[in-house]
Structures are given as C-alpha cells and as structure tokens.
C-alpha cells in the first residue's frame, strides 16, 4: 500500500485558488451575452443539450446523428432531441440508435460494384463484384 505524503498547505491552497479562477473564467463566459438562447431553460436532464438540425447554426448533429463539421463522430442518445417531450423517451432514443445503425452499416458497407479483398501477404487489392441474373429459362 503506498501512502503518499500530505502537500503542504501552502501548495495546495494555490491549486485550489488556480481551479477557482478556472471556475471564475468559465462564470464569465457563461454569462457573456449570446453565448446561449434567451429563451434555454433546463433542468437536471441532458435532453436537447447536442441539439438534431439540419445546420450547424441551429444544431449540433445532423438527422443521422453526425456531428457537423465532424464526419466520424456520431452522437446517439436523448441529447439529440431538438425538443423535450412529455412522456418517457426510451422508445425514442432506441429509435434514433437503430437509424443510427442503419446509417452507419450504409456507410462502411463496400459498394456492389467494387470489394475489397485482402491477399495473403497483406496487400489490399480491389476486385470487381458484380450482380447477375440467372438465365431465363427456354420458353
């Protein structure tokens, strides 16, 4: 068990005053006009603090759950609702994951038209995947 030696006060009491001006700076800001809606209101709950829109002006991710400006981050959960509703958001929540899902599969899935195949020295190489219909049958 190792038992670390106490600081002196004097020591921690200016880490203590350098995370108060931390707290000080952030009040600041915070309080800065702008910086957030006139009409937010909030309460304990993250609901709607990523925000789902079709622009970065007015959200922060878009209808697939991507964040703007950041094309592989992806944010899924109650924050993205662009409103607070009245019921429990559960159902709500597995939804978007499961669109999410979907986007996301869509996305990393290879096109039909080219797959990417690994060779066994490790070399990744293309090769052309194509579709056919079997032959119609003799009338």
Do not use: C, K
């Not at 600041?28 to 009409?39: I, N």
């Amino acid at each position: 068990m190792r038992i670390s030696r106490p600081r002196a006060p004097a020591a921690a009491l200016a880490e203590r005053v350098v995370h108060l001006r931390h707290l000080a700076a952030l009040d600041d800001w915070l309080a800065e006009p702008g910086v957030w809606a006139d009409d937010l209101r909030g309460g304990p709950h993250h609901s709607g603090t990523t925000r789902m829109s079709n622009t970065a002006a007015t959200g922060v991710v878009d209808r697939d759950s991507r964040v703007h400006g950041v094309p592989n981050l992806y944010v899924v959960g109650p924050s993205v609702f662009p409103t607070g509703g009245y019921a429990n958001p559960t159902y709500t929540i597995i939804a978007l994951a499961l669109r999410a899902a979907d986007h996301l599969a869509h996305e990393l899935r290879p096109t039909a038209a080219t797959a990417a195949t690994t060779t066994p020295a490790g070399a990744t190489t293309a090769t052309a995947t194509t579709a056919t219909r079997p032959a119609a049958a003799p009338a």
